[in-house]
Structure formats: C-alpha cells, structure tokens
C-alpha cells in the first residue's frame, strides 16, 4: 500500500487515478481548488484519507497546497496531473500576474515538487502536444509576441516534460517520468476525443504502483506504458536549467538540491 497524492483530482483524468488507486487499498489524498470542489471530489471517491486544497491560479494559495499535502504525507509517489487547456483567445491573466497556463501547467508543478518532501516516485502529465512546444523562454508569459493560446498549452507540456526530466537528473533517487495519457474523453478532451477515461489513467497507475523493471525508470517520456522520444529540446540540460531558473524568480521558490 502506498500513499499518494493526485493533484486536479476532483475531476476527469485525475479522478480516475485517485479513485483507482483508492479502490486498491492505496492511501490517497486528493487536491481540490476550493471547498466546493472538495467536497464533492471526496464524495466521488470516499476511500481518500484526505482532500487538499488550494486554486494553482495563486502562488499564494499553492504555497498554502504544499503545506497541507506536506502535513498529509509522507508520499511514496506524487502525481501532477492538474491542468488546463488552451482555447482561450486572450491570454488570461493571474492575480500575480502570470499567464494562467504556465502558472497552473507549470509554475504550480514545480512550486509543490520544491515544497512537498521528496515522495519515491513522481509523475507529471503532459500532452503529445508537447513535441509542438517551443521553449522561448526569453518570454514565458507571452509579453513580447502575439498570443496563441494552443500554443502556449503545447509549449506548458513541453515544459512539463523538461521538468521531469530535470528532477530526474537532479535527484537520481527519484523516479520522476512525464506521460501522455492519449486523447481522453474529459471536460478538457472533449466529446470527440478517442479514449475514455481508464485508458488515461492506466500509465500513471502502472508507474506508481508497479515494481516491474519497465516502471522503475526515471528521466522517461512514456505513453500507454511505452517510452517515446520526447521533443528534442526536453532533453536539453541547458534548457531545463533555465526552465529552473524562470520558475525560481517567478515564485520565489527553489528547487532543493
Ligand atoms: N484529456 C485529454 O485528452 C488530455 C490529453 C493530453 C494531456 N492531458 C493532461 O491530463 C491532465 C488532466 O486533464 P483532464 O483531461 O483530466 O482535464 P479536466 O477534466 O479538465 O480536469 C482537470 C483537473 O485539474 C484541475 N484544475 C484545473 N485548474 C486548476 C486550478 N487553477 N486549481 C486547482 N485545480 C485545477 C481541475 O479542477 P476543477 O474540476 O475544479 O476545474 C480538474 O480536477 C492535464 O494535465 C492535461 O493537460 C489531457
């Protein structure tokens, strides 16, 4: 039995993990962005020993998540699986100012891997968008160009990855991977999307939980249980650095050695 956390649980893909994960005897804690929504993710899966909360729109409130999920831990395995999409028109803008994209596809993930204590094992979500992703990170919150808001998602998935990889290199006693969970039919996936719900969570689960040698890797692109060839620029260390050291000034935050 392992504990574990699923960041964007009250919801789609996330849900599905946690409750899961639940259903076999794992300790769950699910993270929920108000009160609201966490009552109604703990009466979808009521086997979950707590719910965190916190909105990844504010540093703020994210700071406030880890402290809690830290208080609710230790975790054997950390699952950022919390996202949103790209169709917006305008760049939406956070209350601390950033891009709501890369606070909450990016900025959040690496704030709450910084301030919760290192779990055995962690999973980030990313998109097969993430080979579209372009790294420019001279403007991360899309100041200094004209806005593109699929663009900005790919590129957040991109990151997401670079982020996996760079903790993989940074703390090799961690198993840190990024999957793509394919397209799922979930409020951000849409009716038209090709796989239901099971087939999205299954990657995540299976690094987790399994022992097996082919789910206890680290530094790994992986979907539907396969290792692919990330974009290229993933695999830049100079590049991760600088992802590091964008997401260190926006949030005050370090990454512990
Ligand atoms: N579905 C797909 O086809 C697909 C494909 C590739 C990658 N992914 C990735 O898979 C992950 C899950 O996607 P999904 O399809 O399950 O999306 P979803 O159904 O829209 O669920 C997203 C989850 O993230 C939470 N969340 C979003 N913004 C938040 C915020 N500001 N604060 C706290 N929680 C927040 C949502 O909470 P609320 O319910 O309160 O909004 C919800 O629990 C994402 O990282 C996404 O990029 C999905």
Same mark, same amino acid.
């Given at each position: 039995?392992a504990t574990?956390?699923v960041t964007?649980?009250s919801?789609?893909i996330g849900?599905?993990?946690?409750?899961?994960?639940?259903a076999?005897g794992?300790?769950?804690?699910?993270?929920?962005? &108000?009160?609201?929504?966490?009552?109604?993710a703990?009466?979808?899966?009521?086997q979950a020993?707590?719910?965190?909360?916190?909105?990844?729109?504010?540093l703020a409130e994210?700071?406030?998540?880890?402290?809690q999920? +830290?208080a609710?831990?230790p975790?054997?395995?950390v699952?950022? &699986?919390a996202g949103?999409?790209g169709?917006?028109?305008?760049p939406v803008?956070?209350?601390?100012?950033?891009e709501?994209?890369f606070?909450v &596809?990016?900025?959040?993930?690496? %704030?709450?891997?910084?301030?919760?204590?290192?779990? +055995?094992?962690l999973?980030y979500?990313?998109?097969g968008?993430e080979?579209?992703? %372009?790294?420019r990170?001279d403007?991360?919150?899309?100041?200094?160009?004209?806005?593109?808001?699929?663009q900005?998602?790919?590129?957040?998935?991109?990151? $997401?990855v670079?982020?996996?990889?760079?903790?993989a290199?940074?703390?090799?006693?961690v198993l840190? &991977?990024a999957?793509?969970?394919?397209?799922?039919r979930t409020?951000?996936?849409?009716?038209?999307?090709? $796989?239901e719900?099971?087939?999205g969570?299954?990657?995540?689960l299976?690094l987790?939980t399994s022992?097996?040698?082919?789910?206890? %890797?680290?530094?790994?692109?992986?979907?539907?249980?396969?290792?692919l060839?990330?974009?290229p620029?993933?695999?830049?260390?100079?590049?991760?650095?600088r992802?590091?050291?964008?997401c260190?000034e926006?949030s005050?935050?370090?990454?512990? +050695?």
């Amino acid at each position: 039995m392992a504990t574990i956390l699923v960041t964007g649980s009250s919801d789609g893909i996330g849900r599905q993990t946690a409750s899961t994960l639940a259903a076999d005897g794992h300790r769950v804690v699910l993270h929920a962005r &108000n009160a609201a929504r966490a009552e109604q993710a703990q009466a979808a899966v009521p086997q979950a020993v707590a719910v965190v909360r916190g909105d990844l729109t504010s540093l703020a409130e994210t700071r406030q998540l880890a402290e809690q999920a +830290a208080a609710a831990g230790p975790y054997d395995v950390v699952i950022h &699986n919390a996202g949103v999409g790209g169709g917006q028109r305008e760049p939406v803008r956070t209350a601390d100012g950033l891009e709501r994209i890369f606070q909450v &596809n990016v900025l959040a993930p690496y %704030v709450l891997t910084a301030l919760v204590p290192w779990p +055995a094992r962690l999973v980030y979500l990313t998109s097969g968008l993430e080979a579209d992703g %372009v790294p420019r990170l001279d403007d991360p919150q899309w100041e200094h160009r004209a806005w593109d808001g699929m663009q900005a998602y790919s590129d957040s998935k991109l990151y $997401d990855v670079m982020l996996a990889f760079a903790v993989a290199r940074r703390r090799p006693q961690v198993l840190s &991977n990024a999957v793509d969970p394919g397209w799922i039919r979930t409020r951000m996936g849409g009716p038209g999307a090709t $796989d239901e719900l099971p087939a999205g969570a299954e990657t995540q689960l299976w690094l987790a939980t399994s022992d097996e040698p082919a789910a206890t %890797v680290t530094g790994r692109y992986l979907k539907r249980r396969r290792e692919l060839r990330a974009n290229p620029a993933a695999y830049r260390e100079d590049l991760q650095e600088r992802l590091l050291a964008v997401c260190a000034e926006l949030s005050g935050v370090t990454l512990p +050695a």
